[in-house]
């Protein structure tokens, strides 16, 4: 039995060493520059990166991935785990030297994991070294470019003495309401988390076998926990390939992403909500008339709020191509628990709780009843083999009956070992215990409730309204306000409340629009203000219209809403037409 990925890469490259794991478009065009790597390859090169850290004596420590996207980087966290060294991916450096929060972000990560060495390709290593007057840190950093390591380390390569609670790396969460941690992920929590994400997407043998191997096609960030965990990790767990590209292409062109799918054929790729959301927005016919998408069997969408506008529109739009509706498959996961909690069923469609099946106290009770199925709240599947659900009163601690909406606990195999050296976030979060039920539960600060054993998803507690003693969820508002004019973002919207003096909290939505309804911004404030008051009773403070692309979001694209909240009271947003009225 594989006690680690490294024995199961050891495993395929022994009877698979010709396979293809990786192929990644350079350009992220099909017929462009493409890499690939195999089986036996990518065992040879991350023995030799694992021989190099070895050699120096570096096993047990933090090793820092700073990589642009590509194959080198997977080649350099297996080496780290192949040299029973602790991961820690990061952001690469180049061309952002002038960016401070990302420098001052790399700085945090390096001091909080006290990495002992850096690993990198060419570039990244020498934009480092050109930055050493800004991270004078580095002095005492061994920083290598993993290209240089030769072949011929591996042949010194060692195999790791590994136990299911030995740390495998630390993913920094993204910070959506706090400061970033360092998740402790264990080769354990691996194992578990892609043995729950291959039985809930249906990653059968026979299905490998149906798809030839080509089960993944992915642009996702691999130093976010969904793109690596995900498409990258569970590649290398069964063995299969997985097509990659760069999410600045995927940005730049996002119908590379599905011309991807229709050339490869895989049967798993998804992204965030606004993945969709962008690929809706450049549906042109021709585009439409070129791509096969009937092979896409989960189409998975997570890390911020699943929108069922968003479903819709896209399988109208791209069932002219082939796809289905049943392919759409909303989940929910936090770095905390590796990464996948719940997630659907293959081949049935999303479920959708509109405000009657939820008897008025779903999240999306009054948009429901005004605005139809398209405010319905989306259900994120239900929990994997081996995992834990409940929904607990944040306060009592108690855990809460079903239909009633409080804050989500999980318990399972796959939640991680704590924060690095954080010992008491790592007991409040980690270490929560339900009366009734055994063991310890992971505090996840989301919000949502159980219906037929479905989790819904409805907010961050944190982020939780309390308005003239009614609770409001910021998701909902956001949605309200983006549905009242084409020109809203969809996910470009942050909903929060301020203190009103005498008057109590009150909300605040401020809301990224297209450029071209520069004229229309009066129009556009007084539809935002009726609508959040015809679905919620709720007259809003103040309606800001900003710049797109300028609202606060972390790596994985969710909304910050306390940095729009202090970019707000601050006075430095950027605004569409003008200052902010207070």
């Known amino acids: 039995m594989a006690r680690s990925l490294v024995d199961l890469l050891t495993t395929h490259a022994s009877r698979q060493p010709d396979r293809t794991a990786y192929r990644y478009l350079l350009t992220g065009d099909c017929d462009g520059e493409i890499q690939d790597i195999s089986y036996g390859r990518l065992a040879e090169r ?17 090793a820092m991935l700073l990589y642009p996207p590509g194959i080198e980087f997977i080649c350099g966290y297996l080496g780290c785990l192949s040299a029973g060294v602790v991961a820690v991916p990061g952001l690469p450096p180049q061309g952002r030297s002038q960016n401070h929060r990302a420098l001052l972000r790399m700085k945090r990560l390096i001091a909080d994991a006290d990495a002992k060495v850096i690993l990198g390709g060419r570039e990244a290593i020498a934009a480092l ?76 043998p026979d299905v490998i076998e149906e798809y030839d191997h080509e089960l993944f096609v992915s642009w996702l960030p691999v130093y976010h926990d969904m793109g690596l965990i995900g498409p990258v990790l569970n590649a290398a767990y069964l063995g299969v390939t997985a097509t990659l590209f760069s999410p600045l292409h995927f940005l730049q062109r996002p119908e590379r992403w599905l011309t991807a799918i229709s050339r490869y054929r895989p049967h798993t790729s998804g ?11 450049h549906a042109t016919p021709d585009l439409l008339d070129g791509l096969d998408l009937s092979r896409w069997k989960v189409a998975f969408n997570g890390a911020e709020p699943v929108r069922a506008a968003t479903l819709r529109r896209f399988t ?20 905390e628990a590796t990464l996948i909690v719940t997630g659907g069923s293959v081949e049935a469609p999303p479920t959708l709780a509109t405000a009657t099946a939820t008897d008025g106290t779903g999240p999306h009770a009054g948009a429901a009843e005004a605005r139809s199925a398209d405010a319905a709240a989306v259900g994120s599947g239900r929990p994997g083999p081996g995992i834990t659900v409940v ?52 505090r996840t600060g989301d919000l ?27 998701q909902d508002l956001e949605l309200s306000a983006e549905m009242s004019h084409w020109a809203l973002r969809p996910g470009c919207t942050a909903a929060f409340s301020i203190d009103g003096g005498r008057d109590g909290e009150q909300p605040v939505v401020v809301a990224e629009t297209a450029p071209e309804a520069a004229g229309e911004s009066e129009k556009i404030i007084d539809l935002i203000r009726g609508a959040i008051g015809e679905a ?47």
Not at 459 to 472: A, P, Q, T, Y
Not at 556 to 572: C, F, N, W
Request: a negative charge.
């Open 271 to 281: 992204g965030p909500n606004f993945a969709y959301e962008l690929c809706l927005k």
């Open 129 to 204: 070294a050109a930055m050493s007057e800004h991270l004078p840190e580095l002095a005492e950093i061994t920083c290598v470019a993993t290209e240089d390591i030769p072949d011929e380390a591996a042949g010194s390569w060692r195999e790791p003495d590994l136990t299911a609670d030995s740390v495998a790396f630390l993913q920094y969460t993204s910070g959506s309401t706090s400061a970033p941690r360092g998740v402790m992920v264990t080769h354990g929590n691996l194992l578990d988390n892609e043995r729950v994400i291959t039985e809930r997407m249906g990653h059968t």
């Open 316 to 335: 109208e739009t791209f069932g002219a191509a082939g796809f289905r509706r049943e392919a759409l498959y909303p989940c929910y996961g936090l770095a």
């Open 46 to 62: 991350s023995r030799a990166v694992a021989a190099w850290l070895q050699e120096r004596g570096l096993a047990g420590s933090r």
């Open 448 to 474: 949502g409730f159980l219906r037929d054993g479905e989790l819904f998803v409805t907010g961050r507690l944190k982020d939780l309204m309390v308005i003239d003693g009614r609770n409001h969820y910021p």
């Open 536 to 582: 919620h009773g709720l007259p809003v403070r103040d309606v800001v219209l900003v710049h797109p692309g300028t609202i606060p979001k972390t790596s994985s694209g969710k909304i910050q809403r306390r940095a729009s909240r202090a970019a707000y009271l601050d006075g430095t947003l950027s605004l569409v037409g003008g200052p902010a009225t207070r």
């Open 391 to 442: 929904i607990a009163d944040p306060e009592s601690q108690e855990e809460l009956p079903e239909g009633e909406i409080g804050e989500i606990w999980v318990s399972g195999a796959s939640v991680a070992k704590g924060y690095w050296r954080n010992a008491l976030a790592t007991r409040q979060t980690f270490r929560a215990t339900l009366r009734g039920r055994e063991g310890r539960f992971l």
